[in-house]
């Protein structure tokens, strides 16, 4: 709804409406515009004392009912759920980015684990033939065979301990599920028999 001074003059008539436009309109275009939406019922316009006051005709077919209403409230509530929550996907989105920008490149991480894990076997390997190896030994074999048995022990367990706190990185902020991930680039853990052991 928009107000003008009653004149009739047209620079006064309608100042305020042209003073609204920021003046992009001259006055006498803003009252033959007036005038012609009155002429077309798009607009109506009242006196109240020396000022006019102008207003946009209402179609009624186009009123909005309480129940479109409520519905278009309940439309508006979702959209600014989804889109809250879409801001906060976002951040954890740069997040994880920066996270995993930070971190070991899935190259490098991959040939780390594939080294590890060759030498864990065949640590495990040497490790199942001196425990096998049937008959008698000497003294010297035996503190030989025992302490390269604990050196391995210790290396198994460093390395275990450095890949797991690798994985863990490399994969914090990885999607899906990590058994898939392990299964994708070929990772296979030592069997729960043989770390019972060498944890003995």
């Given at each position: 709804m928009t107000k003008a001074k009653k004149s009739t003059s047209v620079q006064d008539k309608d100042a305020d409406i042209h003073t609204n436009l920021n003046n992009t309109l001259t006055k006498t275009s803003v009252a033959k515009a007036l005038d012609k939406l009155t002429d077309k019922q798009l607009a109506f316009s009242k006196t109240y004392g020396k000022s006019i006051i102008y207003s946009v005709a209402q179609d009624e077919n186009n009123v909005v009912t309480p129940d479109e209403m409520a519905k278009l409230d309940s439309q508006m509530e979702k959209l600014s759920q989804k889109?809250?929550?879409?801001?906060?996907?976002?951040?954890?989105?740069?997040?994880?980015?920066?996270?995993?920008?930070?971190?070991?490149?899935?190259?490098?991480?991959?040939?780390?684990?594939?080294?590890?894990?060759?030498?864990?076997?065949?640590?495990?390997?040497?490790?199942?033939?001196?425990?096998?190896?049937?008959?008698?030994?000497?003294?010297?074999?035996?503190?030989?065979?025992?302490?390269?048995?604990?050196?391995?022990?210790?290396?198994?367990?460093?390395?275990?301990?450095?890949?797991?706190?690798?994985?863990?990185?490399?994969?914090?902020?990885?999607?899906?599920?990590?058994?898939?991930?392990?299964?994708?680039?070929?990772?296979?853990?030592?069997?729960?028999?043989?770390?019972?052991?060498?944890?003995e």
């Open positions: 889109l809250s929550s879409l801001k906060e996907a976002k951040v954890e989105k740069v997040n994880e980015l920066k996270s995993l920008n930070s971190t070991l490149p899935t190259l490098e991480a991959q040939s780390l684990l594939t080294q590890l894990k060759v030498q864990n076997h065949e640590a495990a390997q040497r490790l199942a033939s001196c425990q096998t190896q049937n008959g008698q030994i000497s003294v010297h074999d035996k503190q030989r065979i025992e302490k390269e048995y604990d050196t391995n022990i210790n290396l198994w367990k460093s390395r275990k301990k450095l890949f797991n706190e690798i994985f863990k990185t490399v994969t914090e902020h990885l999607p899906g599920k990590v058994s898939d991930f392990k299964d994708e680039i070929g990772i296979e853990e030592d069997p729960q028999s043989l770390e019972s052991v060498l944890v």
